[in-house]
């Protein structure tokens, strides 16, 4: 299935006409994407459901990921001018969760993520996530991973 995909896509850059390349693109991705859906139970359907009205604030998160630590929800709620507290009954209502919970999630599993590197330095994973200190990395990782940073970096 997926040289059939490739081959498409590959098909579609390569066309002469721009408006013709973007059509097979089109459905390429259209095929693809109903596959994927197809084959995804109503158990694992739901998580994505519930974030998908959320694609904007998403976007901006992937978008700072480099300075995660340092996005807040007002951040969020100003992807769209919303209010802070708006924001945040909207954001918990729709997905089950806070905005805070959610932001603290991404940040504990991309810290885990950054620190079995082998390759990086507490310090490098701190600076990189948008840490103010080594200091305040630290105290997040006691409270969130119950772990310091070296003890998860070294041990697991």
């Known amino acids: 299935a997926w040289i059939y995909w490739f081959e498409n896509g590959k098909r579609a850059h390569e066309c002469e006409?721009?408006?013709l390349g973007a059509a097979l693109l089109h459905s390429s991705?259209?095929?693809?994407?109903?596959?994927i859906m197809a084959q995804m139970t109503h158990t694992e359907w739901t998580p994505v459901t519930k974030?998908?009205?959320?694609?904007?604030?998403?976007?901006?998160?992937?978008?700072?990921?480099?300075?995660?630590?340092?996005?807040?929800?007002?951040d969020l709620a100003d992807v769209r001018s919303f209010s802070r507290?708006?924001?945040?009954?909207?954001?918990?209502?729709?997905?089950?969760?806070?905005?805070?919970?959610?932001l603290t999630d991404l940040l504990v599993n991309e810290t885990k993520r950054l620190?079995?590197?082998?390759?990086?330095?507490?310090?490098?994973?701190?600076?990189?996530?948008?840490?103010?200190?080594?200091?305040?990395?630290?105290?997040?990782?006691?409270?969130h991973m119950q772990l310091s940073p070296k003890q998860y970096h070294r041990y697991l």
Do not use: M, W
């Not at 259209?30 to 596959?35: I, P, R």
């Not at 948008?130 to 630290?138: A, D, K, T």
């Open 51 to 74: 974030f998908s009205n959320f694609q904007p604030e998403l976007n901006f998160i992937y978008s700072k990921r480099k300075k995660l630590a340092s996005i807040t929800v007002s």
């Open 85 to 102: 507290e708006y924001f945040t009954r909207s954001f918990t209502r729709q997905t089950g969760i806070t905005p805070k919970q959610f």
């Open 29 to 35: 991705v259209f095929d693809f994407s109903s596959t």
């Open 115 to 143: 620190l079995v590197q082998e390759d990086t330095s507490v310090k490098q994973v701190a600076d990189f996530l948008g840490f103010s200190s080594e200091f305040y990395f630290s105290k997040f990782c006691r409270k």
């Open 17 to 19: 006409s721009a408006h």
